[in-house]
């Protein structure tokens, strides 16, 4: 035997135990315990893109304005804005919201004990009046609404009426749009918000589908 040769063993003693075993490991998985495989679920996106998109309007809500266009474009999209902000509070809470609009302003409404409530005290879907000398006008599903001018005062009106009692009654609430838990409104609106002379105006259109637009007019 040649003296320059090197017993096979040798190399083998300094590998260590997982190289030995190598093919085993190449072929071996990792198991991850089901609790950490499970996804989002559609709800829970649901719920997030809700809140991010209330968020977005709180953003967008407190906007100044110097000319009188630009007046009438910051009203219109806070209407526009809070028409979106209260339609996600009703998929959120899975409760049906409503848009009661005034010669003066607009206010939201919910239902609640099977009645209309005004959302008297919500600091941002509380009842909003309009600056002085502007006004609104509004179609549903391309139907021209005239709004009664005997009830644009945005406070709680009460009727001249005597009941048994003597006492006189409140009005109750109701919108004329729906604003659904679905996510759908109805009917289709279109509002259109103006000031007499001024030639820019701007519309807020909503959709059945829960699109709510702003676009600017022309009188």
Wanted: aromatic share 8%; no cysteine.
């Amino acid at each position: 035997m040649g003296s320059g040769l090197k017993p096979r063993f040798f190399r083998q003693a300094w590998l260590p135990a997982s190289s030995q075993a190598g093919s085993e490991h190449r072929h071996s998985r990792i198991s991850v315990p089901a609790r950490f495989q499970r996804g989002f679920t559609l709800l829970e996106l649901l719920v997030v893109v809700v809140i991010v998109a209330i968020l977005f309007t709180y953003t967008t809500l407190a906007i100044r304005s110097d000319t009188p266009e630009d007046l009438i474009r910051t009203e219109a999209l806070r209407l526009q804005r809070l028409v979106q902000l209260a339609l996600d509070e009703a998929i959120l809470r899975g409760e049906e919201y409503g848009l009661e609009v005034k010669l003066d302003g607009y206010r939201f409404l919910r239902f609640n004990q099977n009645q209309w409530q005004p959302l008297e005290t919500d600091k941002q879907l509380r009842p909003r009046e309009l600056p002085y000398d502007m006004e609104m006008e509004m179609r549903l599903e391309d139907t021209e609404i005239i709004i009664d001018p005997g009830n644009d005062s945005m406070s709680e009106q009460i009727l001249n009426l005597d009941g048994e009692d003597g006492e006189k009654k409140k009005r109750r609430a109701k919108p004329q749009i729906y604003l659904l838990s679905s996510g759908e409104i109805t009917p289709e609106f279109e509002i259109r918000l103006f000031i007499l002379g001024v030639e820019a105006s701007f519309i807020v259109n909503g959709r059945f589908d829960g699109a709510v637009t702003m676009k600017a007019s022309e009188l």
